[in-house]
C-alpha cells in the first residue's frame, strides 16, 4: 500500500537560512503532490502543487521538487522567518484515487 | 469568499455518548471531504462525497460513524457511540472538483475529546 514519510524529528533552523523538508513515498508514483502549512490549532492550508512531469515549483519564498526517480519530494523555504514556523504536510494522490497525507513535519525558526 | 465553516469548534462526551459535527462546504464546491487528525499525525480521509452521492468510505468505521450529505451542500458527521481512541480533531474540506488536482480548502476543524 502507498506510504508517505516526512521527517519525524522537528526541524529547529535560524532565521535568514533555507529550511528544507522532505517526503518520500513508496510504492505507486502518484501523478501529483501537494504541500500544506498547518498552524497549532488550525485546519491545513494549501500551498503548492507539482505534477509528475514538473522537476520545480516556485511560489515567492517557496521551492518544491519532485524527483520521481527517487521518489521524494524536497519542500524549500528561503530566507525563512519566525513566522513560518508551522508543521508542513505533503499530500499525494494514490492509485485508487485518493488523497493521503504524511504526518506532517514541525518547522521552527528562531530569530 | 467565505471559507469551510464547521461546528462545533470543540466537544468533550463521555464514553459510549454520541456527537454530531457540522460542516459548511464553500458555495459552489461539488466535493466535501471529512478527515480525521490525530494529534501528531496527518489527516486520514474518512469519506469524500461528490455532491450528494458517497465517493470513499473505506476507512469510514461504519460500526460507530455515519456521515450524510442530504442536499449535496452542508454534511454533518455522526459518531455514536464514542470510543476514548476517537479523540481527534475532524476536518471538514471541499473542493471544486475532486482529486484532479484543484485546491482543497479545510475548515478550522471540531475538536473532539472523550473521557
Known amino acids: 500500500s502507498q506510504k508517505i514519510e516526512q521527517n519525524s524529528e522537528a526541524l529547529n533552523i535560524q532565521e535568514g537560512k533555507t529550511a528544507t523538508l522532505t517526503c518520500n513515498y513508496t510504492n505507486y508514483s502518484p501523478a501529483y503532490l501537494q504541500w500544506y502549512r498547518q498552524d497549532p490549532g488550525r485546519g491545513p492550508v494549501f500551498l503548492l502543487l507539482?505534477?509528475?512531469?514538473?522537476k520545480e515549483k516556485r511560489k515567492e519564498r517557496l521551492k518544491v521538487t519532485f524527483d520521481t526517480t527517487l521518489k521524494q519530494s524536497l519542500f524549500h523555504i528561503t530566507a525563512s522567518q519566525p513566522a513560518d514556523s508551522a508543521t508542513y504536510l505533503c499530500a499525494l494522490l494514490n492509485q485508487g484515487g485518493k488523497l493521503i497525507f504524511g504526518q506532517g513535519t514541525e518547522l521552527s525558526v528562531k530569530p | 469568499e467565505a471559507g469551510v465553516a464547521q461546528s462545533p469548534r470543540y466537544k468533550i462526551i463521555e464514553k459510549r455518548q454520541s456527537v454530531a459535527f457540522w460542516c459548511n462546504p464553500i458555495s459552489g464546491h461539488a466535493t466535501l471531504y471529512w478527515y480525521q487528525q490525530i494529534l501528531g499525525q496527518g489527516p486520514k480521509l474518512l469519506i469524500q462525497?461528490?455532491?450528494?452521492?458517497?465517493?470513499?468510505d473505506s476507512q469510514l468505521p461504519k460500526d460507530r460513524f455515519s456521515a450524510e450529505r442530504l442536499k449535496g451542500v452542508d454534511s454533518t458527521l455522526k459518531i455514536q457511540p464514542a470510543k476514548l481512541e476517537d479523540s481527534a480533531v475532524y476536518l471538514c474540506?471541499?473542493?471544486?472538483?475532486?482529486?484532479?488536482?484543484?485546491?482543497?480548502?479545510f475548515g478550522e476543524g471540531s475538536w473532539l475529546t472523550v473521557v
Open positions: 507539482i505534477r509528475e512531469n514538473e
Open positions: 462525497f461528490q455532491n450528494n452521492g458517497v465517493v470513499d
Open positions: 474540506a471541499s473542493s471544486s472538483q475532486g482529486n484532479s488536482g484543484n485546491t482543497i480548502y
